[in-house]
């Protein structure tokens, strides 16, 4: 079966520009997540998505990030406007119903300069 | 508040010896417990997993261990191999927060040939 996949891998922006990441999930698979993993920390839940409704958005800083789940298929990550301390990698999850293991993307790498 | 904790942020261990990464948690709710490896600009890929009804599961050199009562949890690699360099991530699910992961910090693994 084809894998998560995310684009764009890298993106370099500058402060208070916006930016959107792309994520279309394992197919069939239900829920959805989208997860902030900063250098040398453990990804942290940003949103989680079960069909095309928000299961949890408490971690995600509404002012500037919001996401929305297509028809519950792809999804899309949006940062606007950036700041630096959200430069990170931006993972893609997907996983069949609860308590199944997640399925990642590579991530997008963003740096803020 | 870090929920999962990998204390350890480096291991190093000779190739045909056993590797044990050890990963505490304090919500005596988390239910299904994960262990992922993840290789340099890929994302975590599932390893094994374990429910809280369990206190160990196997799948071939991969060995987790649960022990409930001291919110502990490990993962034993036997034999090692250098292949199996990365960082390896613990993650935790809450039945009462919509089953959101929430993942340690990781550890390095290197297996020295």
């Known amino acids: 079966e084809a894998g998560v996949a995310q684009s764009p891998r890298y993106k370099i922006i500058e402060k208070r520009q916006s930016v959107a990441f792309w994520c279309n999930p394992i197919?069939?698979?239900?829920?959805l997540y989208w997860y902030q993993q900063i250098l040398g920390q453990g990804p942290k839940l940003l949103i989680q998505f079960q069909n095309n409704g928000v299961v949890d958005d408490s971690q995600l800083p509404k002012d500037r990030f919001s996401a929305e789940r297509l028809k519950g298929v792809d999804s899309t990550l949006k940062i606007q406007p950036a700041k630096l301390e959200d430069s990170a990698v931006y993972l893609c999850a997907s996983s069949p119903d609860y308590n199944s293991p997640l399925h990642f993307g590579n991530g997008t790498r963003l740096t803020v300069t | 508040d870090q929920q999962v904790k990998q204390n350890s942020p480096s291991l190093s261990v000779q190739e045909g010896r056993i590797s044990i990464l050890n990963c505490d948690y304090t919500?005596?709710?988390?239910?299904?417990f994960l262990w992922y490896k993840k290789y340099p600009a890929e994302g975590p890929t599932f390893l094994i997993s374990?429910?809280?009804?369990?206190d160990k599961n196997e799948d071939g050199r991969f060995t987790v261990f649960l022990n409930k009562s001291a919110k502990h949890l490990s993962l034993h690699i036997v034999p090692s191999q250098p292949g199996d360099s990365a960082v390896y991530f613990c993650?935790?699910?809450?039945?009462?927060?919509?089953?959101?992961?929430?993942f340690g910090t990781g550890t390095s693994l290197t297996v020295i040939p």
């Open positions: 993650a935790a699910s809450d039945p009462n927060t919509g089953n959101q992961f929430y």
């Open positions: 919500n005596s709710m988390f239910d299904y």
């Open positions: 374990i429910s809280s009804i369990k």
């Open positions: 197919s069939g698979h239900a829920t």
